[in-house]
């Protein structure tokens, strides 16, 4: 059993910088791929971006490429999701999940799932 927090969100205007954070207690942290999601207003929950166990290896959907960023701190149990240039379309509640399995941009390869953090970029 993992449990995840995820915080760091809020409200900002158009272009300015966030960074989430999402601490796992629980089993091993370094066990797990983990992955961001969000779910925007009236719209299915996506596919973010996902790191691997050690942070070698790093994915993105193709339109935030180059805005935003993942990474993790195993010695702190904690993974985190910088995000620049922010757009309204950005807004959104973001999630952090883990995965025991490989790295999936599909939330059913999942297995546990934070509460979400509000993030809301006002144009």
């Known amino acids: 059993q993992v449990t995840l927090v995820e915080s760091g969100g809020g409200l900002v205007q158009a272009g300015d910088s966030l960074r989430l954070s999402c601490a796992a207690a629980?089993?091993?942290?370094?066990?797990?791929?983990m992955g961001w999601f969000r779910r925007a207003p009236g719209k299915e929950r996506e596919f973010v971006a996902a790191?691997?166990?050690?942070?070698?290896?790093?994915y993105y959907v193709d339109s935030l490429k180059g805005r935003f960023t993942v990474s993790r701190d195993n010695a702190k149990n904690t993974v985190y999701l910088q995000m620049n240039s922010l757009k309204p379309e950005d807004t959104a509640v973001y999630y952090c999940?883990?995965?025991?399995?490989?790295?999936?941009?599909?939330?059913?390869?999942?297995?546990?799932w934070g509460q979400g953090t509000q993030v809301t970029v006002a144009s």
């Open positions: 999940a883990a995965a025991m399995g490989p790295i999936q941009y599909s939330e059913s390869g999942y297995d546990y």
């Open positions: 629980g089993r091993t942290f370094s066990r797990y791929v």
């Open positions: 790191i691997s166990r050690i942070g070698g290896s790093t």
